[in-house]
């Protein structure tokens, strides 16, 4: 697995090379978006349509720069919320073809497989014949297809030609992959050497389902470090007791209802948390006492040269409202 990883770096790296001589070349995706704030009343589409874009032509580029996976977030938006959105419709296909340059190159074909959909399957069925993990690879498997999300999830059709990953240690590596494709843009990170390690995503837990239960089926291996850092960033004393119906901030490998993408980040001279929060798109004097609470192997924010530190960048203009950076 490692040699796998590694090789993925790398090839990560030559096809970002090469793209700085191309027709397309970018380090990021910032030079073709604008920031807006919704206003009162505001949709995605009237927003568009003001900057003579249609908005499901421009749709693609806009779940790209804003690290989405599923347009179902977009359809109700509130006043307050940031996003990026193309400035032209030529930018936006720049951006499209930027992402999809960068995805192509990265991923092996030994990574994923193709299936002819048969009378009766569902998504759902196809992993289980296919001995994938459905909420690890959910994500992939939109992202390899093209696919809007929830929708095309479920009007799959006989005849009908999906690529899958070829399991589920595929599947995480290809969603990463994708991560880093999504995070070219906006200046999410300040330090090229940052690492995508996994997203915090708002869950539901079940009835009779347990914290560990949750954090395997979203991806992640459950750790006495993973339990620590759940129980840190929900305020929860007990994780035995949890409660059925409520909703928690927890670490996954795919991107279903995403607030934070989480990055580690090794601190050097000059960076200060609050410079490091603001690199994440974040304002540290909103969860000052979090991060304190939360960083005691780092001694935030009193952070040191050397040290290793998670950052978070906040999710569709959500901010504030847990900790973002947590060790």
């Not at 720049?94 to 074909?109: F, G, N, Q, R």
Request: glycine residues 6%; proline residues 2%; charged residues 20%.
């Amino acid at each position: 697995m490692k040699k796998r990883l590694i090789s993925l770096f790398l090839m990560l790296c030559m096809a970002v090379s090469l793209f700085c001589c191309s027709a397309y070349a970018a380090k990021d995706y910032s030079a073709y978006v604008n920031e807006v704030v919704i206003a009162e009343g505001d949709t995605l589409s009237s927003i568009c349509e003001a900057r003579n874009m249609d908005f499901y032509k421009v749709l693609k580029a806009i779940k790209i720069v804003n690290g989405l996976t599923d347009a179902s977030s977009l359809d109700a938006v509130r006043a307050g919320q940031k996003f990026y959105i193309p400035k032209t419709a030529a930018d936006a296909e720049t951006i499209v073809k930027l992402y999809e340059a960068v995805v192509s190159a990265v991923i092996p074909a030994s990574y994923v497989c193709k299936y002819t959909v048969k009378s009766g399957d569902t998504l759902y069925s196809i992993c289980q014949n296919l001995k994938l993990t459905y909420n690890i690879c959910k994500d992939s498997i939109i992202s390899l297809n093209e696919w809007s999300g929830g929708k095309d999830l479920t009007t799959i059709y006989e005849g009908q030609t999906i690529i899958f990953p070829v399991n589920d240690s595929a599947a995480k590596e290809i969603s990463a992959t994708i991560a880093k494709a999504v995070d070219m843009n906006i200046n999410i990170s300040t330090n090229s050497q940052d690492k995508f390690e996994f997203y915090l995503v708002e869950y539901t837990l079940s009835s009779g389902e347990s914290i560990k239960a949750a954090v395997t089926q979203l991806g992640i291996e459950y750790t006495d470090d993973i339990a620590a850092k759940v129980k840190a960033i929900n305020g929860i004393n007990d994780l035995s007791k949890v409660q059925a119906g409520k909703k928690y901030l927890l670490p996954s490998a795919t991107a279903d209802n995403v607030k934070y993408a989480i990055y580690s980040h090794k601190v050097v001279s000059g960076d200060t948390s609050a410079n490091l929060c603001a690199s994440m798109g974040a304002e540290y004097a909103k969860v000052s006492d979090m991060l304190t609470a939360l960083n005691t192997k780092a001694s935030f924010p009193a952070i040191k040269k050397g040290t290793e530190v998670l950052l978070a960048a906040p999710r569709g203009g959500e901010q504030g409202k847990t900790p973002i950076v947590i060790k």
